[in-house]
């Protein structure tokens, strides 16, 4: 397909890259995700940690919060808002509970809510809501408790569709979203391999990204979060089943600073 990859200084932007028409896609570890379409920067579940500097990476043009625990970035919302000033999405649930917390330093018109099915022109792009199952149980709502120091909602969940590209947010397998993106091409799959606490296995992960029509998948949400949560699976046993099974889907494992070009 012609792929480019490449690790980069977290603050480098399309403009200092001699030879590259187009950056697709940093991983900025977990579930984050820097996207650049039409020149903008979008900013999918922007939690940072070692060694990100949020500081220092480019400004984004529009945050995308997939719902409202702890390790997706909720908890980064004002002071994101306050470096960017750029436009907030995220569920309706969502949107309400930041438009009410921080009403004095974020202003009410900066946010976007978003139902599942739902779609909204951000920036002169448009961007859809795809639905999303994230069933936690007992202890994976306690590990939550445990790290939050928040309250945000953590349901629903949504996945966002833009541009060719899907960021599933926090999901198992479900039909919904094979629903949801039947008619939509996607060239992109940002989907959790993790296989603990409500995510998807890469079997699953696998199955959907084929049933999507998706051309590439970069495994999302498995690596070990306060050095105490660890997930049951990473990025190479999606890699191992990926060659077993003789997909036709393309697996990119990226490290935290990888760019993917196009």
Known sequence: MG????????????????????????????????????G?????DPYFSDPVNW?????GNMILFSHGHFDHGVMMAEKLYQAWKCPIVGPRNLIRWLARKYKKTIPIKSFVPLNHNQSTNVQGIKITAVPALHPLNRLGKTILTLFARSAAPGQPVNGYYFEG?????DTIYTDEIVKALKDLPVH??????????AVAAPKDALRL???IGAERLIPLHWQALQQQI?????????????KEKSTKVDIYPLAIGEILFS
């Open 3 to 38: 792929n480019k990859r490449v690790i980069v200084a977290f603050a480098l932007t399309k403009s200092e890259i001699s030879g590259v028409t187009l950056l697709n896609l940093v991983y900025l570890g977990h579930s984050a995700v820097r996207f650049e379409v039409k």
């Open 40 to 44: 903008l920067n979008i900013y999918v």
């Open 55 to 59: 500081q220092k990476l480019p400004p």
């Open 165 to 169: 590209f899907y960021h599933a947010g």
């Open 188 to 197: 992109t799959a940002c989907l959790p391999i993790g296989g603990k606490y």
């Open 209 to 211: 990204a084929e049933e």
């Open 230 to 242: 660890h997930f049951r699976y990473k990025s190479s046993d999606l890699v191992h089943l990926a």
